[in-house]
């Protein structure tokens, strides 16, 4: 793990790998450009916010995560992001001004986690969420040729139903309880910490009487841990809503499903030889239905 996350890390959890499927990573990078990543608007200012791991192969070494993700709380949003992705943003905003380049930056600029992922997509690492009181607003950003499909929809959070269990772990320091839901076709548990005066988690995770510091489904095949809880001042940005227009979260869970399933099938793309290539793979969305 880099001095960046080890100066303000309060402690680490140990970390139960055992048998544990990754989630696909497929298609390409999206375009930064289309995505508007040199267009965001200020929202509001956190003065808090959590670090997670997502699927980590060494908790202690941040190049084994699939992804950073980060949960910044303000006084009227909150919002959860990729910490990867919006540290490669930054750099390739710096990166352009200094080349004076107008074009398009690498696809595989910089993202952070193992490097054969750089050129790869995720939704859960390209996508933000945005909750604002009781609603929560995902922007669903596609890879490469498909981000033509860049959309937004809104629905109500949380909407877990959570039932709490007597049993107990120490994370960062935090003595956390554990809690236990069944959420669009899959059983997560969850470990949350009363003493963190934080409503919510990674992803759409939340509805606990405290900030969630590890949930995960029975699977283990999406694993969140956090890994620093920082205190600071956090400027927190949004995409151009002209970029994202609206659709239904059926329709973007289904592109999601896509193009996770088979990338190149879905974009229409054909070789030169008139032959599709690769073939569709397996894939395990983390909503089910």
Request: aromatic share 14%; proline share 5%.
């Amino acid at each position: 793990m880099n001095n960046r996350i080890i100066t303000i890390l309060f402690a680490f959890a140990a970390f139960c790998s055992g048998a544990m499927a990754q989630p696909k990573r497929n298609g390409r990078v999206p375009v930064r450009e289309k995505r508007g990543y040199d267009k965001q608007c200020i929202i509001d200012t956190a003065r808090v916010r959590v670090l997670y791991a997502l699927n980590a192969k060494d908790i202690k070494d941040e190049n084994t995560y699939i992804d950073l993700g980060k949960l910044e709380v303000g006084k009227r949003v909150k919002k959860y992001s990729s910490e990867f992705l919006d540290v490669s943003d930054v750099e390739a905003v710096k990166w352009k001004k200094e080349k004076k380049w107008n074009g398009y930056v690498p696809r595989n600029f910089w993202m952070g986690g193992p490097k054969e992922h750089d050129d790869h997509w995720s939704e859960l690492v390209f996508s933000d969420y945005i909750i604002r009181g009781n609603q929560l607003k995902e922007y669903a950003c596609f890879p490469w040729w498909a981000e033509r499909d860049n959309s937004s929809y809104t629905e109500p959070w949380p909407l877990m139903q959570w039932s709490l269990a007597d049993e107990q772990q120490t994370i960062l320091g935090h003595r956390c309880q554990k809690a236990t839901c069944h959420f669009r076709g899959r059983d997560f548990v969850a470990w949350f910490a009363a003493d963190v005066p934080i409503k919510g988690g990674p992803w759409k995770f939340g509805g606990l009487p405290g900030c969630i510091l590890k949930v995960y489904d029975v699977q283990k095949i999406y694993v969140w841990e956090a890994v620093a809880i920082e205190r600071g001042t956090f400027l927190i940005a949004q995409y151009p809503d002209k970029l994202y227009p609206k659709a239904s979260r059926d329709r973007i869970w289904k592109l999601q499903k896509k193009y996770n399933e088979d990338y190149w099938e879905a974009i229409g793309w054909t070789s030169l030889e008139g032959k599709r290539t690769p073939k569709k793979v397996a894939f395990e969305p983390l909503e089910k239905e």
